[in-house]
């Protein structure tokens, strides 16, 4: 039975093997400090609500990053846009929600999550609808960097809410149900977006799906508990940003970087890809997409609770690295094996690769504890997203160039084999197998 440490930064101590294990020093205010009991004593409806908008916040963080692949397709066709064009969308998105994961981080631990996340629902929801309104493609790359400001704030108030109102141990089961929101975010986007946007046409599919980020702000007013100090009318706690992260929390942003740089070229480019090479119509395309969020769905969950309980994180890290290079593999094959694989190809993909925030972000409040979750939160984040600014335009123009999309399936195998070594990298480093351990 794995026994859960209180939050605070790690301090080192051998084992009687000789590897270095890890204890916890308390790096929290008494306002952070929480227990089983008090979370225990919130009502189930209470604790189900508090979940519930955490997955919102984070389906809503990125949302528009799985539109732009579904309705990549239709978006290219109306505007007459090159696939690096199409690419551009993600690109700003990315390159803007990114770097500001850093300052929504601080601001996070600095003005309280409640604040930020409120703000992030009414600026996701003004940046769906101004590019469903866009009447050219440039406006349009400018709704996608606005979009990238919400982004920028899934991970960072989502952990930062969790780290601060759940104690360790009850942490997984929520941690994996907030990060399957992204899940079903991209579930609801090839499942329902798609096939809307075919009959009613993608603009009016997609600002009406404005609406869900609204129904998020709703919820966060109403069904957050407000925290103490900076959401309960105390001056922002500016130090707070100033605490010195952990060394682990740098491996998981290398993690991060190329989980993301993978994801990215997936998400915009499979349906495409589908449509191009393997026949398939828009909604089956946009099928494809919904089978890689309802692979992801449960596994976030499954993998959130799990990897609490196991020895280490870097166990299931590194069985994530690996069943994404798998997948990648599957999906190169649809052009010689036939449309059926593409199927359990995305279901997989959606169960290792995208499935790996919730190992990592709960990694990441552990090891930073709640007095930094945001900032580090931040940093994890922007590596990740920094991964998906470039990627997407890199695979644009290397089928571009060659006609081919296998030497593009190739590298993103090569960035998710690539994972692996950090992980093991990570190992050694910390001069012990059980890296990062909640117990």
């Not at 007459?80 to 601080?106: H, M």
């Amino acid at each position: 039975m794995v026994r859960p440490r209180p939050p605070g930064r790690w301090s080192g101590a051998h084992g009687p093997n000789g590897l270095r294990h890890h204890s916890r020093v308390d790096s929290g205010t008494a306002s952070h400090r929480v227990s089983a009991q008090a979370w225990e004593e919130r009502s189930g409806f209470a604790r189900l609500s508090f979940a519930a908008v955490l997955a919102l916040a984070m389906g809503t963080s990125t949302y528009a990053g799985y539109a732009f692949g579904v309705l990549g397709p239709l978006i290219r066709d109306e505007f007459g846009i090159s696939r690096f064009q199409l690419g551009l969308l993600t690109t700003c998105f990315f390159l803007v929600g990114g770097p500001l994961s850093l300052a929504a981080g601080r601001a996070t631990d600095a003005y309280g999550a409640r604040r930020v996340m409120v703000a992030a629902f009414a600026v996701a929801a003004g940046a769906i609808v101004g590019m469903a309104v866009a009447p050219s493609f440039p406006l349009m790359l400018l709704g996608a960097a606005g979009a990238g400001i919400a982004l920028a704030t899934g991970n960072p108030v989502t952990n930062k809410l969790i780290a601060d109102h759940l104690p360790p141990g009850r942490r997984g089961l929520v941690m994996g149900g907030k990060q399957a929101g992204v899940q079903v975010g991209a579930f609801l986007a090839g499942a329902v977006l798609a096939p809307i946007a075919t009959q009613v046409g993608w603009r009016a599919a997609f600002g009406w799906s404005a609406l869900v980020p609204l129904l998020g702000l709703v919820g966060a007013v109403m069904l957050i508990p407000r925290a103490a100090g900076a959401e309960a009318g105390a001056p922002p706690d500016r130090g707070v940003a100033d605490g010195r992260l952990p060394v682990g929390v740098r491996w998981l942003a290398a993690y991060a970087f190329l989980m993301g740089s993978g994801v990215a070229a997936i998400n915009a480019y499979l349906p495409l890809y589908l449509v191009e090479r393997a026949g398939a119509s828009h909604e089956a395309a946009g099928a494809g997409a919904a089978a890689i969020g309802g692979g992801g769905i449960a596994s976030r969950i499954a993998w959130g609770w799990a990897s609490e309980r196991m020895p280490s994180f870097s166990l299931p890290l590194l069985l994530l690295g690996i069943g994404a290079v798998v997948a990648v593999a599957m999906v190169a094959a649809v052009e010689g094996i036939g449309l059926w694989i593409a199927w359990p190809a995305a279901a997989l993909f959606g169960a290792t690769a995208v499935t790996w925030n919730a190992v990592g972000m709960l990694a990441v409040i552990t090891e930073s504890g709640s007095r930094l979750a945001g900032a580090a939160s931040g940093v994890v984040t922007a590596g990740f997203y920094i991964g998906f600014v470039g990627s997407p335009m890199a695979f644009g123009l290397l089928v571009d160039a060659t006609h081919q999309y296998l030497p593009a399936w190739l590298l993103v195998m090569a960035v998710f084999a690539a994972t692996v070594a950090v992980v093991l990298g990570w190992r050694r480093s910390s001069g012990a197998a059980d890296v990062v351990r909640t117990a």
